[in-house]
């Protein structure tokens, strides 16, 4: 079945960093989703895309969808520490009927 | 308020158990999902229900059973709980658009089974 291969698994960076994180798949998606999520507290949507090679910002966090339609990035500016959290990617699958996660990315800021 | 609430927000039971999760929306989508997260595995699809009528499983929906009592509720069972579904359970919405594909996810219910 389709897969999403997210990485890297965890980051630890200095507050004012810059932060990229990517989700690829050995299969096309048509959609690209990012989330992220606080302790306790379920997925928030960030980002979404809808065309193979849109960019699209939401403050200081950008995503890119794929030109290959098979990966996807999400880069945050001048990290903060409220942006401590997991990143999820998720694409929808091929029959649109469910989203498809990549297992997080960890994001550790020490300020 | 919130529009995706799900009870309890934590529960403990003992192996063998009946338990269901609640989840009740004031979104107005259609289709609704549950999910199961384990740490370091993201998020697995349990069931998904694209109207009242319309029940379909997910990739690990061995051991739980689902209800759609109504548009805005969704509720998933567990029948004989055993540890190894100790997990944080999601419930989210998504609107019936095809162009759309956003999720929207409750605050989660953390189950542990003894």
């Known amino acids: 079945g389709q897969q999403l291969n997210q990485s890297p698994q965890s980051m630890f960076i200095q507050e004012g960093e810059d932060v990229s994180m990517n989700c690829t798949s050995s299969?096309?998606?048509?959609?690209w989703l990012w989330y992220k999520q606080d302790p306790g507290e379920g997925p928030v949507l960030l980002i979404a895309?809808?065309?193979?090679?849109e960019l699209t910002s939401n403050g200081r966090l950008t995503a890119q969808f794929g030109i290959t339609r098979k990966d996807s990035f999400l880069n945050i500016s001048a990290s903060i520490p409220s942006d401590v959290g997991i990143y999820f990617c998720?694409?929808?699958?091929?029959?649109?009927?469910?989203?498809?996660f990549g297992k997080g990315t960890t994001l550790s800021v020490s300020s | 308020d919130a529009d995706v609430t799900q009870t309890p927000r934590n529960r403990i039971t003992k192996t063998g158990k009946r338990i269901m999760l609640e989840c009740s929306q004031t979104?107005?989508?259609?289709?609704m999902y549950w999910y199961r997260q384990d740490p370091g595995l993201g998020l697995q699809l349990i069931y998904y229900?694209?109207?009242?009528?319309?029940?379909n499983k997910g990739e690990i929906s061995d051991g739980y059973s689902v209800s759609r009592q109504a548009q805005a509720k969704f509720s998933l069972s567990l029948e004989s709980a055993i540890p190894n579904q100790t997990a944080l359970y999601f419930c989210?919405?998504?609107?019936?658009?095809?162009?759309?594909?956003?999720?929207?996810f409750g605050p989660g219910t953390r189950l542990t089974v003894t």
């Open positions: 989210a919405t998504r609107s019936t658009g095809r162009t759309t594909y956003e999720q929207y």
């Open positions: 299969s096309i998606f048509n959609t």
């Open positions: 895309l809808y065309k193979a090679g």
């Open positions: 998720a694409g929808a699958n091929q029959a649109g009927t469910a989203l498809i």
């Open positions: 979104k107005g989508h259609d289709r």
């Open positions: 229900s694209f109207d009242v009528k319309d029940i």
